[in-house]
């Protein structure tokens, strides 16, 4: 929570039965409705906005099947001069896909930092543009202000440096789904490893996320061949995240970037349609950061701008050319940054068994297995990446008169330029001829989901829609491992809505121990 972006969008009612509405089955592939629905969740998306504080704007928020019990906290964050630039550009303008079309309509991104001073005791958000990893004036909302509040009430106790190595269940719990008894834990001091300790209680949350949270159960050891919380099979399976493809350009006239958090608008009518029993859906993320979205920008740096964006200084001067320098790279510089521009498209994919986390046979400092991992892209994924990139082309060739795009995609091996589908680019023009780039698949969004699964049926989920495991009722999971399905949205909204939801629960079964 130090490192979001403060994206505080909904899930759509159609995202938490994806199954039951399009039935998705792509190479062998296919979803799972969540054990909830969206009115069942709604009011508690009203609470996690009111306890985050998001800022939203009053209307325009009732997108593809979207209703509200409660306004937002605050007023929206106000729409930055490139994100107006982009709604004059999309006006009227259609995605068709597979004979189908669907309106393209930028609209206010809520976020959850502060539009006014005063809420949470936040100060209003100065538009730094650097709100990743840590807002610098604490106008977005961070875990701490809640760990202070945790802290006044003095009812909680913290243990830093302890790090969480096994859940162990009740030796005395005969019964087939056995409570838990206490999380056995490791501490570290600045000289090394200290004592071991372990907490006990009557209710166990484990909120350590998606890969922390699966490699506690899997080191927990409960009956032969079966880890806590794992008869299902399920704990550490079906790893996610969201892919995402980049389009970056060098757009006509100024739209003026880095102004405003990294993204105030985005288009969001492209996350639900007919199209999802074949593909997966998107939403586009409108960037106010210009080209820093790290690593994949096309060029960033003085020597770019000093080279005019094909050879560096020491071939120009080895040319008999002169590198720009003084007051002509500073005309350069202002040229070329108060036009660029990114969409970011997060990608929807479905559930894969065989990507997963594991425990690796190397050990950390503490002796405790690090995770290993396996992932990918699928072919559901991997179509909604082409069409993001598509819908991303049509929006920038409607803010450039002639468009030259150079097709990239990056994976573990380094940048690759695709020749074959790059145009002819134009000598006379910077960036080596070429105003879009198009930065294709394995960019991740960090948005890690999907290894502890809530459902009905215990043999193919972990958790119930309570956020309560199976196998044991008086541990409870958080976080977006909890994902049967992933649709395209941001999930920290909905993370703190389910927790919030599970608290209600929780205060019922404490107050029935008593």
Known sequence: MWHWLGTSLRFLPHDLKLQSTYNPQVDGLHAYDWPLDYDE???????????????????????LGLTRSSPFPMPLIPLSYLDNQFIAATKGMQFEDNGQKYPMLVSSTPQGRNSIPGFGNRPQCKGSTSCIPICP?????????????????????????????????????????????????????????????????????????????????????????????????????????????????????????????????????????????????????????????????????????????????????????????????????????????????????????????????????????????????????KRSLNASVEACLQVYKALIKNPRIQYNWVDNTGTHVDTARSDEPDPDQPYNGYNLFVREGWAGAGHIMGTHRMGDDPGTSVTDANCICHDHPNLYLMGSGLWPSYTAANPTLTIAALALRATKNIDTQLKAMK
């Open 41 to 63: 969740l709604e009011p508690w998306y009203g609470l996690a906005e009111q306890t985050i504080g998001v800022s939203g704007a009053a209307t325009g928020q009732d997108y």
């Open 137 to 381: 004036i604490q106008a977005k909302y961070d875990p701490t202000q809640h760990i202070e509040l945790a802290k006044q009430t003095g009812d909680v106790e913290f243990r830093s440096q302890a790090v969480a190595y096994q859940v162990v269940v009740d030796a005395s719990d005969t019964s087939t789904t056995p409570r838990i008894s206490e999380i056995k834990y490791k501490t570290y001091t600045d000289s090394g490893p200290g004592p071991e300790g372990s907490v006990s209680g009557k209710i166990f949350v484990l909120c350590a996320h998606a890969i922390e949270n699966a490699k506690l159960l899997l080191m927990s050891p409960w009956k032969t061949n079966t880890t806590v919380a794992n008869t299902s099979d399920q704990v550490g399976r079906n790893l996610a995240d969201h892919p995402v493809s980049l389009v970056y350009a060098l757009v006509d006239d100024p739209v003026y970037p880095y102004r405003g958090p990294l993204a105030t608008s985005g288009i969001e009518s492209l996350r639900d349609g007919a199209f999802r029993s074949q593909r997966g859906c998107f939403r586009m993320e409108i960037g106010n950061d210009g080209w820093s979205w790290p690593t994949y920008g096309p060029y960033n740096t003085p020597a770019d701008f000093m080279s005019r964006f094909g050879k560096s200084p020491q071939q120009l001067i080895d040319a008999g050319q002169v590198p720009l320098y003084g007051q002509a790279l500073a005309e350069q510089v202002k040229e070329n940054l108060t036009r660029q521009s990114r969409i970011g498209c997060l990608a929807e994919g479905l559930p894969n068994p065989d990507y997963r986390v594991t425990l690796s046979t190397e050990l950390d400092d503490l002796g405790i297995p690090r995770p290993q991992l396996a992932y990918g892209i699928d072919e559901y994924a």
